[in-house]
């Protein structure tokens, strides 16, 4: 019973923590272009990546 006055607050805090973390990437704007990035792989680059000497 001891146990869950530590758990208890830890969690609530743990979850906050969470909480403000997922609320400062949506304001960041890093939900605002979700199928950008699984289209840009279908486009070729402009320029070639330089041949590697072996």
Partial sequence: MNSLLF???AALLLGGLGLCAFLW???DGQF?????SA???LYEDETPLPK???
Avoid: Q, S
């Fill in 32 to 36: 605002e272009d979700l199928d950008g």
């Fill in 39 to 41: 289209t840009r792989i």
């Fill in 7 to 9: 758990l208890i607050p």
């Fill in 52 to 54: 590697r000497r072996t």
């Fill in 25 to 27: 990437a949506v304001r």
